[in-house]
């Protein structure tokens, strides 16, 4: 074949190549939700891969995962009977104390801010709006805990037959790239493992910080209120922050001084985030910078909605660990900073 005939072929390559980026996009753009929740069993399985490691030590792999499977179920169960009571109460006593926090806020518009009696008439639509907005949410919520047993079984499979799945992406790997990959691969792990496990550490520290200070504080919803920071802290700065809203309502129900006390015990908790769990805690588990982590966290939320903000962190941390590895160490030839 002629110079001249292949490099007439090589526009065409070019084009099915581009024709195949674009096609690959708009089906991951499509599937968008799915690879989401896919990413979340990887984390799941980055969860079950601690006790599944150590307990393979002694039995097979399949069988360390049931084990772990029906330990999760029954402590989700017995935690269930143990306190769904107080959460179930504590739910309703927030249900009635929120609408008299909200009215209590209206009078002191119409009475004091500029313009606060239009805000104040407004009000009744707003809630309204939120209360038609209630079975949709309902409706989602059922949807969520489908997911989340979906996810839950996908990281089982993920853990119980990780080399499987990791031989079968490195077989559609060049043979000049095998290395970089393993490497890769190896780095995404460990820093995946880091991460959960900081994280898992930060939530427990947040939760329990925030349900013993509004306890103290005399706030009466005090334990669903600590559950609450201690889900929203997986979502840092945004989620944490966040958190604080219902407790604040819930404080201001009962009184404006128990609303101060409120506001500060969550500032208290949120000063000894920053000045302990993330040096003595997060450092040591993977470090992303602020500036970075948030706006990651509000790129994710304005393309993938919610489900974006929640697994935007540790997306970044594995696009971190990338190009540190393959564009600052292999490309660049030098040592990445912090």
Not at 174 to 182: I, K, N, T, W, Y
Not at 197 to 217: F, R, S, Y
């Amino acid at each position: 074949m002629d110079a001249a005939a292949v490099s007439g072929k090589k526009p065409i390559r070019a084009g099915i190549v581009l024709i195949a980026v674009v096609a690959a996009i708009a089906a991951l753009w499509l599937a968008r939700e799915i690879v989401l929740l896919g990413f979340l069993g990887v984390l799941i399985a980055v969860v079950f891969s601690f006790p599944v490691n150590w307990i393979s030590r002694l039995l097979p792999r399949g069988v360390a995962v049931i084990i772990v499977l029906l330990l999760l179920i029954g402590a989700v169960v017995g935690l269930g009977l143990l306190v769904a009571p107080t959460l179930s109460r504590e739910f309703g006593e927030l249900q009635q104390r929120v609408p008299k926090a909200v009215q209590s806020a209206r009078n002191y518009l119409s009475r004091s801010a500029p313009g606060g009696e239009q805000l104040a008439q407004k009000a009744p639509e707003a809630v309204k709006q939120v209360g038609e907005k209630a079975v949709p949410a309902l409706l989602a919520l059922v949807s969520g805990i489908t997911g989340i047993v979906l996810v839950i079984v996908l990281g089982a499979f993920l853990v119980a037959q990780h080399d499987v799945y990791r031989r079968g992406v490195r077989a559609m790997i060049p043979p000049r790239h095998e290395e970089q990959f393993d490497e890769s691969w190896r780095r995404l792990g460990q820093g995946l493992r880091k991460w959960v496990g900081g994280i898992l550490v930060a939530m427990t520290i947040m939760g329990t910080l925030t349900a013993i200070g509004l306890k103290i504080a005399g706030i009466e919803e005090w334990f669903l209120l600590g559950v609450l920071t201690f889900l929203g802290t997986f979502v840092p700065y945004v989620g944490a922050v966040a958190s604080a809203v219902p407790g604040i309502l819930a404080a201001l129900a009962q009184s404006p001084t128990k609303a101060l006390w409120a506001a500060v015990v969550y500032l208290g908790v949120h000063v000894v985030e920053g000045y302990l769990v993330e040096p003595l805690v997060m450092k040591r588990a993977v470090e992303v910078k602020p500036a970075l982590l948030l706006f990651g966290q509000g790129l994710f939320s304005a393309v993938f909605g919610l489900m974006g903000t929640v697994v935007a962190t540790p997306l970044i941390v594995c696009a971190q660990t990338l190009i540190d590895y393959l564009w600052v160490e292999r490309k660049l030839q030098k040592t990445p900073t912090r």
